[in-house]
């Protein structure tokens, strides 16, 4: 029938989001053995100091973990010290750490929820250093949270410019494309419009960088019309 038809796809559809990350396979220990993060902090538990190639920056990241891992059933453990809420977790090696994110934000199980929500969904089960960092990007490119998210920021109301009484007094310019790039490799366009006259330059160019953009504003304006006013 169409009605179990459609019931069984979306039980299907559960248990392929549920399973999909599945750490716990045989891979699991020598991924983490090669996880350089777990190598840097093994060497700093066992030494006493960091490797030498570990910047600064890392050390102060790694060095609040280094006495909460543990090594249980083969596998790396961490203890998350929080205080309403401590818990254990998976050290989850890094090849997992975008499907967990997209396990746990935006499936038909969890939501789109902020990074709050999906961090501590995330650290219920599994947890890598920068994570929140990692979680907060990916929130951040999610097209769906950007077309629902409300914005909050007040309308500006639209200001009139002041009127021009002579040429040159004020040049609109703007860019066109990208376009179908030319035989000379051109696939922009710098449009230059005279806010008096409504006289206007249209100039082909390769990019819109910023020396590009000021080179043909001097050579097809300024050389021809002097200086702005």
Same mark, same amino acid.
């Given at each position: ?151 909050? +920021?007040? $309308?500006? =109301?639209?200001?009139?410019?002041? #009127? @021009? ?7 609109? &310019?703007?860019? %066109? ?24 330059? +249209?100039? $082909?160019? =390769?990019?819109?960088?910023?020396? #590009? @953009? ?7 304006? &300024?050389?021809? %019309?002097?200086?702005?006013?």
């Amino acid at each position: 029938m169409p009605a179990d038809f459609l019931l069984r796809d979306i039980v299907e559809g559960l248990n392929e989001v549920v399973n999909s990350v599945d750490p716990f396979g045989p891979d699991l220990q020598q991924l983490q053995l090669a996880d350089e993060q777990i190598i840097k902090i093994n060497s700093f538990q066992k030494e006493g100091k960091w490797p030498l190639n570990t910047p600064k920056s890392e050390q102060k990241l790694l060095l609040p973990l280094t006495n909460s891992l543990f090594l249980d059933s083969k596998a790396v453990w961490i203890r998350l010290n929080n205080k309403n809420y401590p818990r254990t977790a998976l050290w989850l090696p890094k090849i997992y750490s975008k499907r967990a994110i997209c396990e746990c934000h935006g499936t038909i199980l969890s939501g789109h929820n902020a990074l709050k929500k999906t961090y501590l969904r995330i650290t219920n089960e599994y947890f890598w250093p920068n994570m929140k960092k990692d979680i907060q990007a990916h929130i951040y490119s999610c097209l769906q949270c950007h077309v629902r998210k409300k914005s909050t +920021a007040k $309308p500006t =109301p639209l200001q009139t410019l002041p #009127t @021009v009484d002579q040429p040159n007094q004020r040049v609109h &310019i703007d860019l %066109f494309g990208p376009l179908k790039t030319s035989g000379q490799g051109n696939k922009m366009v710098l449009v230059m419009t005279d806010a008096f006259t409504k006289y206007a330059e +249209a100039i $082909p160019i =390769p990019d819109k960088q910023a020396k #590009t @953009v000021a080179m043909e504003i001097f050579v097809h304006w &300024i050389c021809r %019309f002097g200086s702005l006013v």
